[in-house]
Structures are given as C-alpha cells and as structure tokens.
C-alpha cells in the first residue's frame, strides 16, 4: 500500500463548477498537509498548507484535513479554465521537511 | 523575496554521457534543498535532500549523484545516463528551522536520454 493515494483522474468538470480532489494516507505520524498546483511542463506552485485537523479557506481554495480518517480535500469553488492544472497532495513528518506527494490529480475545466 | 533558479530547462543527452543540472536559491541562508524527478504522469520522487553544505542524503539507490559545493547551489549529476535516467527534474527549497515546512520549487529541468 502507497503511502499516499491519489486519483489520477483525469476529472473534467464545467466552469463555475465545484470541484473535489482527495488524498487518503496510512500514516499517522504525518504531520503537516499540503496542496500543489503544476502547470504542464512547470514545476508545482504551492497552493494551500495546513498543520491540524478542519479547514483553511483561501479565497476559491479550502482544504480540509480528517487526520482520524486519514484523509484530505481541497476545493476549488466557481471553477475557471485556468484552473486546468494537475493537483498534487503532500504530507509530511519529523525533521529534514521530508514531504510524500501523491501522484496528481489531472483537472480539466472547460468553458 | 526568494526565487530558486534551475538550468538548463531542457536537455537531451545519448546514453553514456555525463550529466550536470544546477540548482541556486535566492534570498534565504541555509536552506534546506532537495532533489525530485517526475516520471510523466506519475509524482514526485524524491532523489537527494541536503541540510548544509556537504550534506547530502540520497532516498534511493541509483546511477545519480549530488552535491552541495555552496550555501545555496544544488547540482545534480552522473557519470553516464541511462534511458531510464529521462524525466523532469525539480528542485525544492525549505527553510530549515521554524514551523513551517513548505517546499518551493524551481522550474525544473526537462532531461531526455536517447
């Protein structure tokens, strides 16, 4: 079992539509959760970054973190085109900033 | 502000030859600074972290190598390519100390090993 999983996708959805990406994880001892945007052909833009259990709302973006199921979410209200991106979770323990990313959630908003 | 700079962009090497792809950070002293390759379609993996000069830490076994010759410069290197070696190379930054733990990354380096 990975350590963190993540549908690849890919999820198509209309503008002005909510979208929902998802991680699971098995291990407990993660610490820190964190959303990435990844443009084609550039390197991840950190997006949304939580330490406790609830949401963080950032103004579209709210992640949500249940650390007694094991899993994280991020939403994206009132999608746009530009939000076409591949969404990648990272979590994280101890010292050193080690991070486990999944494997990238490929999201397609159309006009 | 900090930025992190990496080059070449793009590359394309024949099997067997060497390899050298470079990695500075503006704007923090002693950073935390980590190596990644992106298999297409698939995440981040992570090569090699460093938390000082000539620190380095390699996470799997394999035909890279790297180093920390300065405070800020990150280069990652090989003797002699593999096809496998192909893929989009990123790397991270992170402050050392603190509570927060992001990583940023850099452009990265798209390497093709025909």
């Known amino acids: 079992q990975k350590e963190v999983e993540q549908d690849p996708g890919p999820l198509s959805v209309p503008e002005g539509a909510i979208v929902s990406l998802n991680c699971t994880y098995s291990?407990?001892?993660?610490?820190?959760f964190m959303w990435y945007r990844q443009y084609s052909r550039k390197g991840p833009e950190l997006l949304m970054y939580t330490y406790s259990s609830g949401n963080k709302e950032d103004g579209r973006f709210t992640a949500q973190v249940d650390k007694s199921s094991k899993y994280i979410s991020l939403f994206i209200r009132d999608s746009q085109p530009s939000d076409s991106a591949t969404y990648l979770c990272?979590?994280?323990?101890?010292?050193?900033?080690?991070?486990?990313f999944g494997a990238g959630t490929r999201l397609a908003v159309h006009p | 502000s900090q930025t992190i700079h990496q080059w070449p962009a793009t590359l394309v090497q024949p099997v067997g030859s060497p390899l050298s792809l470079e990695c500075t950070v503006e704007g923090t002293s002693n950073p935390n600074l980590y190596w990644y390759r992106q298999a297409a379609g698939r995440g981040l993996q992570l090569l090699f972290y460093s938390v000082g000069i000539g620190q380095i830490s390699s996470e799997v076994p394999q035909n890279l190598s790297a180093s920390r010759p300065q405070d800020r410069q990150f280069i990652l290197s090989s003797k002699k390519l593999l096809l496998s070696d192909s893929g989009f190379y990123l790397c991270a930054w992170s402050a050392a100390q603190g509570a927060l733990r992001e990583q940023y990354f850099g452009p990265g380096t798209r390497l093709t090993v025909t």
């Open positions: 291990n407990s001892a993660f610490q820190y």
């Open positions: 990272a979590m994280g323990s101890g010292g050193y900033n080690k991070l486990i």
